[in-house]
Structure formats: structure tokens, C-alpha cells
């Protein structure tokens, strides 16, 4: 991936330059060859309009038959320049590159295209191949005055220089060969300087793909580096996070299945003494002969482990249905006083049969609230809460419920006089299946389940399940109701 993206960068980087270099030169060079004419152009001029001014002044150069050719051949040596007088039948008089002897030999330049611009009166101008050197040119040509000073008429009708092209073709030759190589060096700069910068933008992004690639085969523990201060370092915090969210949940994920497990096995093994216990007693009543009154108290036990069963499946089924979010409680309005006490009511022969005495505060004179809650659930909360308090009471022990406003809410509480529960395991009684005293929760016919239970319903109507409790002494267990105000 990266070495993709680091050659894209490379090759994006270069592909600009070698344009910007190519629109240089050809921008340059144009420029140049313009400014070049230019020049040309006003040399000429000058060196025309100096060359009018001998022609018309000086009797030294230039009679009416009679041309100072060596003044004029030096003139043009000079200046580098060919000089050309022509006549008004185009017919070459001078020329400072051909000897006088030789002038016969010279075409008519009449139809020069220079001089025929020449003839309307204005500066004959043209560059083209010389027909005599085969060399470019620049050629310039001006009509003049046959008459001059002093009356005489000349023979001469145009003047005609022209200057060889090849300097500025060399000059701008060497200006094309000067970005050549300059746009050379810039492309090796550039490009060492784009692969380091190619390498620095990718490196973090590699960091980043590897990390994802070990994140992607499992390895959770894996850390996205945050090696730059820019956007490639926000998105490995991101991921960071991103990772440790899914860590997060994997340990919640693999907690939960854990749990299940355990569930599952403290299940069956509850599941299993009863019934064994069940089938051991009708066994022996089946096959040993024994008076009437152990007849009695096999069946008797048989059946209170029958029972066992039973409530143990009571709250298996009430324990997963509100664990699976199936258990959907519907919220009333209700008022306490009456309805607490009647709950209260119907634990009273459980209390007398543990000799217990079971107390229902508030009963008369205090006030009655609106409370909301779902009245059902809330049966089972006061039933096992109550449950618990007599049958972890001292015989002879007292069992009081009361409730008390606070702020917007009502508390309910169950107190008993019992055995208490010892600080270490208050936090985990809530547990499913956790009991202080095993044996005695199951002689007294507990099945681990009942605070779960309470637990889930408290908390299902947005409140807590709260604990006092003093070994030997006894414990409160309270929660809290919505007001209806
Ligand atoms: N009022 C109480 N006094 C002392 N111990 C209690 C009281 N309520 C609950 N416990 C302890 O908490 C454990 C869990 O209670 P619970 O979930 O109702 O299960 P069970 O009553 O079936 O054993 C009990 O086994 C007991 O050890
Ligand atoms: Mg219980």
C-alpha cells in the first residue's frame, strides 16, 4: 500500500515540475526572441536612418554616379551589417559584401519583398534564408530622396541592410540548453526531496496498516503509534480508541459467556439434589417394609424437596425471563399503605410457623402515598425480602416493614432481628446461586435465586437494593419508589 501511494506522490511531484519547467522555456524563449527582433529592429532603424543622413550629406560618399565604396564597406564592416544601395529600377549600385566588379552579376532586388514594402512609403521590414549566403536574416529597407542637398539628384532610391539571424538563434539555443539543465538539476533536487517527504507522509500511514492488519488477524493488544501531530495522528487516536472499545467489550463479551457457563453448571447441580433426594426417599419406601410413622416422614421429606423443586424452577424461570429482557413491567400508580400491608399480611402464618413475629408499621395513622411501580413484580420483592428476614431470624426474633418519604421518593424497608450478614459478603449476595450458609439456606428451603431476583426489579424500576447489617444483631434491607405527586 504504501509503496503504491509513496510512488503516486513521487510521480504526481515530477510530471508538475517537468510542466512548469517545459512552459517556462517555451514562454522564455518566445519572450526572448521577441525582445531580440525588437532590438534588431531598432538597430536598424537607427543604423538606416544614419546612413540617410551620409547619403544626403556627404559629397565624399555618394556622387551622382560615384560611390566612396570604402567608406561605405567600412561603414558595414563595423557595424556588421551588409549594406545594399538599390535604384529605382531595383538594380544593386552598392553592396558591401560583393566587389564593385562584381556588381553586374548581382539580381534586380526590385521585388525584394523589403523593397517592395519600401515603395509604399514605409520601412521595408522581412527575415527569410539570404539567397546569397543561405543564411537566416533580418533584412530592413527605406525608400529615400534622390534629391539632395544642394540640388543634385542621386541614382539611390532604397537603402537595404541586412544583419545575419544566427547570433540570436544561438543565444536563444544556449538559453534553451541553460533550463535544460537547469530543469535537470531541479528534477533530481525534487525528487530526492519528494521521496523524503513521500517517505515521511507515508511512514506513519504503514505504521498505521500494520497495526490494522494485526488488529484485523485478532491480536487486540495491538497500538496504532501516533508518530505526527496531524490528521494521520487524530485518526490514530481514533483507532486507538476504536481498539480499545472492541477490547472492552471482547473482556464484557467473554465475562458474560463465562458467566452463562457457571449458571448453566450451578443449575443442573441444583436441578440434581433435589431430584435425587426425591428418588432416593421413594426408593426406599418402595423396597424396605418400616412402620407407618417413618412411612410418614420419607414421604413428608419427599415432598418438601418436591417442593424445593419447584420454587427453585419458579425463580429459574423468573430469573431468565428478566435476564433475556423478556419480562416487561407495566407501571401504576398506586397507593402504599394498604397494599404493603396486605403483602405483609399474607407472610404471617410463614412467620408463625418459625415463630417470628412479624410487624407491619405506619399501618394506621401515617400518611398514605402514590407510589409508581409494577405492582406484580413488586409482590415478589416484598415476598422474598420478607422471606429472608424470618427465615434468617433468631426464633423468637422480631420481623418489622415499614415505609418512610424521602424527598420525591418512598423508601420501603424489612428489618429482622437475625443472625446478620457479615460485611465481606454483602456485595456478592445479590449473586445468583450466592449463599452465606449453604446448608442452612437449604434447609430452610432458599434457593439462591431470591436477591437476584429482587435485585433485577429494584433496579428495573430505577432504584438500588440497599444493605445494613450487623452480625448477630440483624439487617435492614431497603429500596426506593417513584412518588406520585
Ligand atoms: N435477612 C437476611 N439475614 C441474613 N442473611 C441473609 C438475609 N437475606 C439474605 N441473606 C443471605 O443472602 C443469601 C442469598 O439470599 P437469597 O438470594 O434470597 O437466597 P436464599 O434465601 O434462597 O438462600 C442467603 O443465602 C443468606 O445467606
Ligand atoms: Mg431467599
Request: aromatic share 8%.
Amino acid at each position: 500500500m504504501k509503496i503504491r501511494l509513496r510512488r503516486k506522490l513521487i510521480i504526481f511531484q515530477l510530471s508538475l515540475l517537468i510542466i512548469v519547467t517545459a512552459f517556462a522555456s517555451i514562454i522564455t524563449t518566445f519572450d526572448l526572441q521577441k525582445y531580440y527582433k525588437n532590438r534588431i529592429l531598432s538597430e536598424l532603424q537607427t543604423h538606416v536612418h544614419a546612413i540617410k543622413f551620409i547619403l544626403s550629406k556627404s559629397d565624399q560618399v555618394v556622387k551622382r554616379y560615384e560611390i566612396n565604396y570604402s567608406y561605405l564597406t567600412g561603414y558595414a564592416k563595423a557595424s556588421n551589417l551588409r549594406l545594399t544601395l538599390i535604384d529605382s529600377l531595383g538594380v544593386v549600385v552598392f553592396d558591401s559584401n560583393v566587389p564593385e566588379d562584381s556588381l553586374r552579376f548581382v539580381e534586380n532586388h526590385l521585388y525584394r519583398p523589403e523593397v517592395q514594402m519600401a515603395m509604399t512609403g514605409d520601412l521595408g521590414i522581412d527575415d527569410r534564408k539570404s539567397a546569397t549566403i543561405n543564411k537566416p536574416m533580418f533584412y530592413m529597407a527605406m525608400q529615400v530622396n534622390p534629391l539632395r542637398e544642394g540640388g543634385e539628384i542621386s541614382q539611390v532610391r532604397f537603402i537595404r541592410l541586412a544583419l545575419p539571424l544566427g547570433d540570436i538563434e544561438q543565444v536563444l539555443e544556449d538559453v534553451r540548453w541553460k533550463i535544460f539543465w537547469g530543469g535537470g538539476v531541479a528534477l533530481v533536487l525534487i525528487a530526492i526531496i519528494s521521496y523524503t517527504l513521500a517517505k515521511r507522509l507515508t511512514m506513519p500511514i504503514q505504521q498505521l496498516s500494520f497495526a490494522a492488519e494485526a488488529a484485523k488477524k485478532g491480536d487486540l493488544n495491538a497500538h496504532f503509534e501516533r508518530t505526527t501531530n496531524d490528521e494521520i495522528g487524530e485518526l490514530a487516536d481514533v483507532l486507538n480508541e476504536m481498539l480499545e472499545k472492541l477490547r472492552h467489550d471482547l473482556i464484557q463479551m467473554r465475562k458474560l459467556e463465562r458467566m452463562r457457563s457457571q449458571f448453566l453448571g450451578n443449575v443442573s447441580h441444583e436441578l440434581r439434589t433435589p431430584i435425587f433426594a426425591v428418588q432416593g426417599y421413594l426408593e426406599t419406601l418402595m423396597l424396605n417394609s418400616m412402620d407407618e410413622s417413618t412411612r410418614r416422614s420419607f414421604i413428608n421429606k419427599a415432598h418438601s424437596q418436591a417442593v424445593r423443586l419447584n420454587n427453585l424452577l419458579r425463580d429459574l424461570i423468573d430469573i431468565s425471563r428478566i435476564e433475556s429482557g423478556e419480562m416487561k413491567l407495566n407501571f401504576h400508580s398506586f397507593r402504599i399503605r394498604d397494599w404493603l400491608g396486605k403483602q405483609v399480611e399474607e407472610m404471617q402464618s410463614l412467620a408463625q410457623e418459625r415463630n417470628v413475629q412479624l410487624k407491619y408499621l405506619n399501618h394506621q395513622d401515617s400518611s398514605d402515598y402514590r407510589v409508581f411501580g409494577d405492582q406484580e413484580r413488586l409482590v415478589q420483592v416484598i415476598f422474598n425480602l420478607v422471606e429472608n428476614a424470618i427465615k434468617y431470624c433468631r426464633p423468637e426474633g422480631i420481623v418489622q416493614v415499614g415505609y418512610l418519604a424521602k424527598g420525591t421518593n418512598v423508601e420501603i424497608w424489612v428489618s429482622d432481628t437475625g443472625r446478620g450478614i457479615a460485611e465481606e459478603h454483602i456485595p456478592r449476595i445479590f449473586e445468583r446461586f450466592y449463599r452465606v450458609d449453604k446448608e442452612r439456606s437449604r434447609a430452610v428451603g432458599g434457593t439462591g435465586l431470591g436477591l437476584a431476583i429482587v435485585k433485577h426489579i429494584v433496579e428495573a424500576h430505577g432504584s438500588f437494593v440497599y444493605v445494613e447489617s450487623q452480625q448477630d444483631v440483624g439487617s435492614t434491607f431497603s429500596f426506593s419508589l417513584k412518588r406520585d405527586v
